[in-house]
């Protein structure tokens, strides 16, 4: 791609965020993966751009498809629209999903959430905050649990995951 084009592109994708958030309040960017788990490619995931705006991290969840990550990233941007703050080491539950999540902050966050920087106009080095929305297994086991059922790759603990 041209520079020109690249640029196009790029003005193109943010009146798309922009006007979602106006819309919605919310923007969500789906990234594909492979979520087996033995591929080795990178898992599938989603993150929130809109919250930082609220004063409140951003939101990363990985592994699930985009039905799922988009439901419960709205879910928790409906509490926090509401008043709620979530934090570090809260454990999340929902009325219509089983697993239950808890919320982990990301040290890494500005070589993930690239399309949050942009709108917020923040550098990479200087990201917004994002919290890993980390999820339980089928027995309710986290990933620092023994017997956690889910491939390690397919929901990288917070930190390890470069894209």
């Known amino acids: 791609m041209s520079s020109t084009s690249t640029t196009a592109w790029l003005d193109e994708q943010d009146r798309e965020v922009a006007g979602t958030i106006r ?5 969500i960017e789906y990234v594909k993966g492979c979520a087996c788990g ?13 919250l930082f705006g609220l004063g409140h991290p ?22 926090v629209r ?3 703050d979530l934090v570090p080491g809260e454990l999340v539950v929902f009325d ?3 697993q239950r999540i808890v919320v982990e ?7 993930i959430v ?4 942009r709108h917020h106009r923040r550098p990479d080095e200087d990201s917004v905050p994002v919290f890993q929305l980390t ?3 089928v027995d309710a086991r986290f990933p620092w649990d023994d017997g956690y059922s889910v491939a390690p790759s397919v929901q990288p603990r917070p930190g390890t995951f470069r894209p």
């Open 96 to 98: 219509k999903w089983p």
């Open 114 to 117: 690239f399309a949050a920087n």
């Open 23 to 27: 819309e919605h309040g919310l923007y």
């Open 135 to 137: 999820w339980d297994d």
């Open 38 to 50: 033995e591929c080795g490619e990178a898992p599938p995931f989603a993150y929130s751009v809109g």
């Open 58 to 79: 951003e939101l990363l969840i990985f592994g699930v498809p985009p039905v799922t990550a988009a439901g419960v990233i709205n879910h928790l941007f409906a509490r």
């Open 105 to 111: 902050e990301v040290p890494n966050a500005g070589e």
């Open 82 to 84: 509401a008043g709620a």
